[in-house]
């Protein structure tokens, strides 16, 4: 197990989804994970990104938050790989870091005299919760006493008494941005037991509802609609909303986790794209208005990301498994359509329509360092323990260990291992390794889109529902097997409002895309059109050799009006050449 040195004050919600410690997470996933650290992270250029604190003022204004934000995604990526590189650049850059720290806490980029405008509180926020994810994985202590140092300087400049200022003109979006340091004022709490941080977190909150606030909790109390919060913007509301969620695990006030599930039922309803990422223009836009272009800046990276957080959260607090559908669908799309595989570059925005704008510069572009943060939470999505239960929700190779207990209250180890093409294909096998032979149970998720979900052990077979767990009880003993089994099947999905005389192809949890630079004679001015009843058949010859996942298909449509078999692949993998995409086929 990693070594985690975790939070002093126990939370009164305890989580009913404890991830379980995976390691060799092999297949697709691990494919995206080994790209994520060796293509991006590291190949971060800890001078730029430490550039604004040395040198004060930062080249830009919210160039701040990148020491933050990668310290987040290496501590992650360190506690799953234990990269010894990764390991060496982390600790440079926190050392620099730390060293660059105002002896009143400052660790922001801007001259004295312009503190707390635009992003400087925004770019505290991920300071803090850098340093604490890099001493969670480390135990270094002066990363510790940093971030409460940091912390201290924000609690003695904003509340509503004592003459300090007003929090929520301290930055952009209504006060969405600097409201959102709440989640590491909570984390912070937790990890001190200091009084004045939780107290902080109920100013925040009060600060929240003032008329120059983003008015969280009364809007959607009022309206159960996101576009009626501050200014709507999406990515600054959701990181609002995870630390209201950790504000409701540390206290365990109902209303607040009962107010964002109806958030999130009204993004999921209103206001997501197929690939299951939100906003245009950065924004939560009215129900259905999903434009899918380049022009329409849609698909923030740091909003797919946020996302990923909040469902990965609900899911920790709840173990309902509605919200690991949602990590299943913007991880196998949106969030890894956002890097690319052949050199991890990343796009802020990523459209359905059109060329990937890829981009490799550091320490300006907010999407740039937030993606990798969502790829680096992959491990804690893959399974764990739902209500005690090891529960399997992404199908994926890796070695999982964790702890059962059995039938008779005895708790003993687990090792699950697992092997599988998927998402190329829906068969998965699964090795059973209990410290010793017992009776307990272990959960397969059966996702919503899969077909004759199956699963056999031994001799007895086991038939799973669509949309829920399918839980095998039985003794367990070392060296057990489960085979499990399902249809990829294809969907056809309508273009909505947007794009009402399209469809777009799905298969499995993909969504699948036209890449130019695989079909030959198909260029920008060319109308694909979709065929009924169009069938899938393996292109994956049709792959060039340097293109690492072999997953292709053919379809039968009509191109400028004659017949021709069009190469689609998944959408995370499509314009990795920087040929145009589309994921929208005429009808």
């Known amino acids: 197990m990693a070594n985690l040195y975790g939070p002093v004050v126990p939370n009164k919600i305890v989580d009913k989804y404890v991830p379980a410690y995976y390691q060799d997470i092999g297949g697709y996933l691990g494919y995206r994970l080994d790209v994520n650290l060796h293509k991006r992270l590291l190949q971060v250029d ?60 400052y660790l922001g980029t801007y001259l004295e005299k312009d503190r707390w405008t635009e992003w400087d509180v925004w770019a505290h926020k991920y300071a803090i919760i850098g340093l604490l994810n890099y001493y969670a994985v480390t135990g270094y202590v002066p990363a510790l006493e940093a971030a409460k140092r940091a912390a201290d300087l924000i609690c003695r400049t904003f509340g509503d008494e004592g003459g300090r200022r007003d929090l929520m003109p301290a930055g952009e979006h209504d006060g969405l941005a600097p409201g959102s340091i709440l989640e590491p004022m909570v984390d912070l709490y937790r990890y001190t037991g200091d009084p004045k941080y939780l107290a902080f977190c109920r100013y925040i909150l009060r600060a929240y509802e003032q008329p120059d606030g983003p008015r969280i909790i009364s809007q959607l109390e009022k309206y159960n609609d996101v576009t009626k919060v501050g200014d709507a913007k999406a990515y600054e509301m959701l990181s609002c909303f995870l630390g209201i969620l950790k504000y409701y695990k540390l206290t365990g006030e109902e209303k607040y986790l009962q107010i964002l599930e109806r958030a999130w039922t009204d993004i999921t309803t209103h206001r997501l794209y197929i690939t299951d990422t939100a906003s245009d223009h950065e924004i939560f836009v009215q129900t259905g208005m999903l434009k899918a272009t380049n022009k329409d800046d849609m698909g923030e990276g740091c909003v797919t990301v946020t996302w990923i957080q909040f469902n990965l959260s609900l899911l920790q607090i709840t173990g309902e498994t509605k919200y690991a559908q949602e990590l299943e669908r913007s991880v196998y799309n949106h969030l890894l359509a956002a890097e690319n595989p052949q050199t991890g570059c990343v796009s802020y925005y990523t459209a359905l329509q059109g060329a990937k704008p890829y981009r490799c510069d550091q320490g300006y572009s907010c999407c740039l360092s937030s993606v990798p943060r969502g790829i680096s939470l992959i491990p804690e999505m893959i399974g764990g323990k739902i209500n005690g239960v090891f529960s399997v929700l992404l199908y994926e190779n890796g070695v999982a260990s964790t702890s059962v207990r059995g039938s008779d209250g005895s708790e003993d180890s687990l090792v699950v291992k697992s092997s599988t093409r998927f998402p190329a294909d829906g068969e998965v096998e699964f090795e059973i390794g209990p410290a010793s032979k017992a009776v307990f149970t272990i959960n397969f998720r059966v996702p919503e889109w899969a077909a004759n979900f199956k699963a056999t052990v031994g001799g007895d077979r086991y038939e799973g529902r ?122």
């Open 466 to 587: 669509k949309g829920e767990m399918l839980s095998i009880n039985r003794t367990w003993a070392s060296g057990d097997r489960v085979k499990v089994t399902f249809d990829m099947p294809v969907e056809v999905l309508p273009g909505g409002i947007s794009y009402p005389n399209s469809v777009a192809i799905k298969r499995g949890p993909q969504v699948l895309a036209i890449d130019r630079t695989l079909n030959a004679g198909i260029d920008s001015g060319s109308e694909v059109a979709y065929i009924d009843n169009s069938r899938l058949t393996d292109a994956e010859a049709a792959l060039p050799a340097d293109w690492d996942w072999k997953e292709a298909f053919y379809l039968n449509a009509n191109v400028d009006g004659s017949p021709k078999k069009v190469v689609l692949v998944p959408f995370a993998e499509a314009g990795q050449k920087a040929g145009e995409v589309a994921v929208w086929i005429v009808r």
């Open 46 to 105: 800890s001078a730029t990104i430490l550039a604004g604190v040395e040198r004060r003022p930062g080249a830009q204004t919210w160039i701040g938050e990148h020491v933050g934000k990668f310290l987040f995604s290496a501590s992650k990526t360190y506690a799953y790989s234990h990269d010894p590189q990764l390991r060496q650049l982390m600790d440079a850059i926190v050392r620099t870091y730390i060293a660059c720290q105002m002896p009143d806490g």
